[in-house]
């Protein structure tokens, strides 16, 4: 199994920025994605980022290109999303996910490829 700790949300107005983190503990892999989606109230879960662990390859939606970044400390088992520019259409219950292995871009995506959820940190962007 493995464990996924998320951290770093909070309250920021509009234009700032927040650093989210996602530690990871127990069972490991040798090749895995981290995925990092938000869930807005109402709203169905969505893809915002993701990378590979093995390459560090990543990949984000639309919305977010310019303004997030995502990366990884191996020796930590960590993943984090910078948040910069924030928007209040951000506004959202964000969570990291893990799958095992290499995902197409496509599949990456999908919340439903992935195996390990964490519990999820709120951010909120006021205007």
């Known amino acids: 199994q493995v464990q996924l700790v998320e951290s770093g949300g909070g309250l920021v107005q509009a234009g700032g920025s927040l650093r989210l983190s996602c530690a990871a503990s127990g069972r490991t892999f040798s090749s895995a994605t981290t995925g990092w989606f938000r869930q807005a109230p109402g709203k169905e879960r969505e893809f915002v980022a993701a990378?590979?662990?093995?390459?560090?390859?990543?990949y984000y939606t639309d919305s977010v290109k310019g303004r997030f970044t995502i990366s990884r400390d191996n020796a930590k088992n960590t993943v984090y999303l910078q948040m910069n520019s924030l928007k209040p259409e951000d506004t959202a219950v964000y969570y990291c996910?893990?799958?095992?292995?290499?995902?197409?871009?496509?599949?990456?995506?999908?919340?439903?490829?992935?195996?390990?959820w964490g519990q999820g940190t709120q951010v909120t962007v006021s205007s």
């Open positions: 990378i590979r662990w093995s390459g560090g390859t990543t």
């Open positions: 996910a893990v799958v095992r292995g290499i995902l197409v871009p496509q599949a990456m995506e999908s919340r439903y490829k992935y195996d390990y």
